[in-house]
């Protein structure tokens, strides 16, 4: 995950409820198995833990493409 720091990717995610969502972050910063971004639907910072996420992909062209 640290060489996507700056990036904005689209991830498969799942909550601590088991809830799956699929959304772009940009990625801030990696830590103990954590990932602080902020999240490009929410517009707001968050926290995600990297073993939750399931799948990822580099988003390619415009950095905040939607």
Known sequence: MHKYIGNVIEIIYMDRKGKITQRKIEVLAVKDGRVRAKCLQLGAPR??????ILSMK???GNRYAS
């Open 47 to 52: 926290i995600f833990l990297e073993s939750n």
């Open 58 to 60: 580099i988003c390619k």
